[in-house]
């Protein structure tokens, strides 16, 4: 089982910046990737960032150059530095950590922007 800790949401002005992590723990030999994706109230859940365990990155179009994720290998930890935020980034923001075989999902982090 793969226990996913998520943190860093919070309300923020626009223009403003937060840094969201996740930490994966549980039983975890190899993970392909982590990322970040969000869900708007009355939209689909969407793709914001991934990367992979030798760090190639895949951004959305709408958060390239504000928007970096990194992580940390030893500790199985996940972060999504957000930069100029905007309203329309409001969402609750998912981690997700793809193991060979499944994905986990965390419980979500809330983010407002407000205008």
């Known amino acids: 089982q793969v226990h996913l800790v998520e943190s860093g949401g919070g309300l923020v002005q626009a223009g403003g910046s937060l840094r969201l992590s996740c930490a994966a723990s549980?039983?975890?030999?190899?993970?392909?990737?982590m990322g970040w994706y969000r869900q708007a109230p009355g939209k689909q859940r969407e793709l914001v960032a991934t990367?992979?365990?030798?760090?190639?990155?895949n951004y959305a179009y709408s958060v390239k150059g504000r928007f970096t994720i990194s992580r940390d290998n030893a500790k199985n930890t996940v972060f999504l530095q957000m930069n100029s935020l905007k309203p329309e980034d409001t969402a609750v923001y998912y981690c997700?950590?793809?193991?060979?075989?499944?994905?986990?999902w965390g419980h979500g982090t809330q983010v407002t922007v407000s205008s």
């Open positions: 990367i992979t365990s030798g760090g190639n990155t």
């Open positions: 549980g039983s975890i030999f190899s993970i392909n990737a």
């Open positions: 997700l950590t793809r193991l060979p075989r499944d994905d986990y």
